[in-house]
């Protein structure tokens, strides 16, 4: 990932540094702030698995549901720092890495259940993180002295890991236990969108506020899972014959899973397509 990102780096120094280019300007921008990730796909395998865990309580007449609190996989936060070549009052390029990271603990996404032997709360947990590399052009309308509007778009290059974990615990316990874990990778393209508002300082020192969305779907994800399973992340329904339920679920395995208990098998789609509303600062050089 640092490659691109410190060759784009050096091309905009060396041209920001060449005579011919004197009159431009280049600046650092830093920034973050919330942001929306679709996780499509994993939000759905979130919900079948609370519809599953409620199925096994329903046909258990001596199990009780004593408590459900599942949330949804969204909320995330978004940084990146920023190189950008002014090309005048207008016009701009940029270059920028960040960091999007979504997490969704046992404490959000838990069932407890109630049966004779004791009480138990079963979590199911997620994580997704993606690093974005992207060249962007910028179009800039200064309002007055200090205030600029402007706009931008750009593509690049994502790279993506997801993790998904269920765990298990006695609801007096202090810790879970993991019966199922898996953690895998992947990267794809990136297209960015987003427009702000700027205010200077002064010569050296501004503020912005942005609003930006993105597209970007990873698909290709390989990593490994509990026992030592390597193998790409899978995406499938699996029917259970007692509940009479299918049941949409992501797995790390060698091969797609095969027979009549499985259906719309492929390769897992994490979509960290979305938006997100930054405050940051930009230091002109």
């Known amino acids: 990932m640092r490659k691109p990102l410190v060759l784009a780096a050096a091309v905009l120094l060396a041209v920001s540094a060449t005579p011919v280019f004197a009159g431009f300007s280049l600046s650092l921008r830093l920034a973050g702030g919330p942001g929306y990730l679709s996780l499509k796909d994993a939000n759905t395998v979130l919900k079948d698995w609370e519809t599953w865990q409620i199925k096994?309580?329903?046909?258990?007449?001596?199990?009780?549901?004593?408590?459900?609190?599942?949330?949804s996989?969204?909320?995330?936060?978004?940084?990146?720092?920023e190189i950008i070549l002014g090309l005048g009052r207008h016009f701009a390029l940029g270059v920028s890495a960040g960091a999007l990271h979504a997490s969704l603990s046992e404490k959000s996404a838990f069932v407890t259940v109630a049966k004779p032997a004791g009480t138990y709360t079963y979590a199911h947990s997620m994580t997704a993180s993606a690093f974005p590399v992207i060249v962007s052009g910028y179009g800039m309308l200064p309002l007055s002295a200090k205030l600029t509007v402007y706009v931008k778009a750009?593509?690049?290059l994502i790279w993506g890991k997801?993790?998904?974990?269920?765990?298990?615990?006695?609801?007096?316990?202090?810790?879970?236990?993991?019966p199922?874990?898996?953690?895998?990778?992947?990267?794809?393209?990136i297209l960015a969108a987003g427009a702000g508002l700027s205010f200077a300082v002064d010569d050296i020192l501004s503020f912005f506020l942005e609003a930006s969305g993105r597209k970007a779907e990873l698909t290709d994800f390989d990593g490994d899972a509990k026992g030592g399973i390597k193998g790409a992340l899978y995406s499938f329904e699996q029917y259970d014959t007692k509940l009479k339920y299918w049941q949409r679920r992501f797995e790390v395995m060698e091969h797609s899973p095969q027979g009549s208990i499985f259906r719309n098998q492929g390769k897992a789609t994490i979509d960290f397509s979305g938006f997100s509303a930054k405050l940051g600062l930009a230091l002109k050089f």
């Open 56 to 71: 096994q309580v329903e046909s258990n007449k001596k199990w009780a549901l004593e408590e459900d609190k599942v949330g």
């Open 73 to 81: 996989f969204h909320g995330a936060v978004d940084f990146d720092a």
């Open 154 to 156: 750009g593509a690049g």
């Open 162 to 178: 997801f993790v998904e974990r269920e765990a298990s615990k006695l609801k007096t316990s202090e810790t879970y236990s993991y």
């Open 180 to 189: 199922a874990y898996h953690s895998a990778a992947s990267k794809g393209k």
